[in-house]
Structure formats: structure tokens, C-alpha cells
């Protein structure tokens, strides 16, 4: 059974840079769509964007031009960089795996809460 | 593609039928799935391409529905099902998600 860890900074000052990791135990690395999804509070949850295992990414427009997803398969990890991040970006972030190469996903991490502020 | 859940709260009881719709705001076909959400926990994948029941999942849960509009029902609702379900459309980029549907008592 894959299990997901998120692990990083629970404060970031504005401006500065979003560094979330993603630790993988119990599954390959291999063949699945590596994504991170968050989810303010109160609101619902928005798809950041993802790295499929041979390295290609797709974010989301929203945020594209701040994110930074990328892939270590020999540590078996995949990180999250979000820059000039501002109090719109608290919020509990989630790393999560695609159902084999599928858009939908069976196995999350139980995410980890970053508050943006000073 | 704006996905719209209601209702936002749904209050039952023990035993009930109960039915989440979800509506897109365009022809998704049938690329949609369901997430059961606890509080502090993963989210739980129970229905995927609309109508398919994840493994696992107790079979109370069923999904239907394409194009447009969606239903999540749970047919005898039971104690660890007080919770938040949402939705997920996966037919074009940015993949995007309802905003949630709290079952309470």
C-alpha cells in the first residue's frame, strides 16, 4: 500500500518561496501522475498542477508562472516550489497519485497546512 | 470548467437516502469523479469515470450522469459517512473541483 508524506515549512513570509516535498513509501515511482492540490480554508480544492514519472509537467494556468514541480525517483520524492507566494496561497497543500496513468486520484498524502504571513 | 455542487450543507439521519449533485459548467462526457473528505485525513477516491465504484468502497455509494449534471448517492447513509464529498471533472485542463458537500447530523 503507497503511503504520501508532505513534509515542509508550516510559515512562509510573503514574497518569499513555497518548498513542499513529497515523500513515496510502499510503491514505485514509476508510471503515475505526481500531484500536488490544495485547499484553502473554507474554499474547495484547486489542482496545482503534477509531474508524470518521466518528467513532463502541467500546471494550472492560475499559477503557472510561480510553480515549480519536480521529481527525485531515486529518493523516491517530489517537490513543490510556489514563489512570490502571498496570503492567498494559506492554505493545506496535498501531494497526491493518480490512479495508474488515469486524471483521477487513489492515493493522497493528509496534507499539511502553509500559512503565508509575517 | 466551473464545477457546482449542491447543496452546500445536507443535514440526514442514520438510514437515510441521500443525493449530492454536481453540476459542470460544460459537457464533461462522463470524466468525473467523487472524493469522500475527513477532517486532518486523505481525501478517499469512491467513484471514478462518473459512475464506476472504486475498490473497496462499500457499495451504498453508487455515481451517475453525464454531460452536465451528476449525482453522488448513498443509499442507506451510516455513521463514518458524516462527512464532505466533492467532485472532480478530468475532461479538459485545469482539472477542477466542486466545492464541497458537508453531510452532517
Known amino acids: 500500500q503507497v503511503q504520501l508524506q508532505e513534509s515542509g515549512p508550516g510559515l512562509v513570509k510573503p514574497s518569499e518561496t513555497l518548498s513542499l516535498i513529497c515523500t513515496v513509501s510502499?510503491?514505485?515511482?514509476?508510471?503515475?501522475?505526481w500531484t500536488w492540490i490544495r485547499q484553502p480554508p473554507g474554499k474547495g480544492l484547486e489542482w496545482i498542477g503534477y509531474?508524470?514519472?518521466?518528467?513532463?509537467?502541467n500546471y494550472n494556468p492560475s499559477l503557472k508562472s510561480r510553480v515549480t514541480i519536480s521529481v527525485d525517483t531515486s529518493k523516491k520524492q517530489f517537490s513543490l516550489k510556489l514563489a512570490s507566494v502571498t496570503a492567498a496561497d494559506t492554505a493545506v497543500y496535498h501531494c497526491?497519485?493518480?490512479?495508474?496513468?488515469?486524471?483521477?486520484?487513489?492515493?493522497w498524502g493528509q496534507g499539511t497546512l502553509v500559512t503565508v504571513s509575517s | 470548467i466551473q464545477m457546482t455542487q449542491s447543496p452546500s450543507t445536507l443535514s440526514a439521519s442514520v438510514g437515510d437516502r441521500v443525493t449530492i449533485t454536481c453540476r459542470a459548467g460544460?459537457?464533461?462526457?462522463?470524466?468525473l469523479a467523487w472524493y469522500q473528505q475527513k477532517p486532518g485525513k486523505a481525501p478517499k477516491l469512491l467513484i471514478y469515470?462518473?459512475?464506476n465504484l472504486e475498490s473497496g468502497v462499500p457499495s451504498r455509494f453508487s455515481g451517475s450522469g453525464s454531460g452536465t449534471e451528476f449525482t453522488l448517492t448513498i443509499s442507506s447513509l451510516q455513521p463514518d459517512d458524516f462527512s464532505t464529498y466533492c467532485c472532480?471533472?478530468?475532461?479538459?485542463?485545469?482539472?477542477?473541483f466542486g466545492q464541497g458537500t458537508k453531510v452532517e447530523f
Open positions: 509531474i508524470y514519472s518521466s518528467g513532463s509537467t
Open positions: 472532480q471533472q478530468y475532461f479538459s485542463y485545469p482539472w477542477t
Open positions: 497526491a497519485r493518480s490512479k495508474g496513468t488515469s486524471n483521477y486520484y487513489g492515493d
Open positions: 510502499g510503491g514505485s515511482i514509476s508510471s503515475y501522475y
Open positions: 460544460q459537457s464533461i462526457s462522463s470524466w
Open positions: 469515470d462518473a459512475s
